[in-house]
């Protein structure tokens, strides 16, 4: 893909001396300014799939906040796609103009189809893509998430030979892509870490699809009650982490991620002299949108 991207760094983050080990943020956010973290892996290879097959239009899913939709739309904005997002929440459609994310995606071409929740459930059924094709025509189908196989294959880009030294590798969880790509390409040494945004044990059963190894586990308890699901703890935390490490996290996964690493330390889960490795995957589009939402329930919102 003829896209300019930066190299990420590893960041070291400040942490008390006496909790005994080392911790670094790989800023794959500062990627690229739209397409950035692993929205610009998983798209990398099935853009060029796209191209390969002749295909001028892609077809994907999201919600009102979703990272998703806003890399697909400015990158098929680039790359002379034609963009299509079906959209969870038929509520949304005349609500387009007041949503960062929608707005941002509309600003770069993309065509919108809004449907109810009980019919996004059935995305994936063969009826219901059929249907698609009738209505759309013909076109790339990119999965919610933007996990499938090619996505994978990028996300074992994330990883340099550098970072072979830690041991932890430690990534946040919504579809099971990014996750996957980290196992693929981790060393027998290392543990990788998922940290899921939603509720469920279904993402085993996704991510096994994808891996062979057996080095990875998930740490469950820190969904903060499911997928966009946030406290104000979570935010305080958010704020402190950015005030401290001068690293902006997003509310819905990189910040639940880098809580539980905090409290996995504060734990003794990880033993002294541990290196551990925090995958920063973007997603900060979206805390503008989630900031509206905080501020009409009086919450405190995200710096």
Known sequence: MNFRVENSV???????KNWGVELYVKREDKIHPFVSGNKYRKLKYNLLEAQSRGCDTLLTFGGAFS????????AGKVFGFKTIGIIRGEELKGKVNDNETLSFAK????QFEFISRDLYRNKTSAGFQKHLNEFFGNFYLVPEGGTNY???????????????????????????????????????SQQVLGFPALKGSFLKEDISKFVTKTNWNLITDYHFGGYAKINEELITFIN???????ISLDPIYTGKMLFGIYDLIKKGFFKKGTKILAIHTGGLQGVGGMNSVLKKKGLPIIE
């Open 10 to 16: 590893n960041q070291p983050v400040i942490l008390p």
């Open 67 to 74: 990272n998703h939709i806003a890399a697909v739309a400015y």
């Open 107 to 110: 600003f770069n071409g993309m």
């Open 150 to 188: 090619l996505a994978v294959k990028g996300c074992e880009e994330i990883l340099s030979k550098a970072d072979k030294e830690f041991d932890y590798v430690c990534s946040a969880v919504g579809t099971g892509g990014t996750i996957s790509g980290l196992i693929n390409c981790s060393k027998p």
């Open 240 to 246: 402190k982490f950015k005030a401290d490490n001068a």
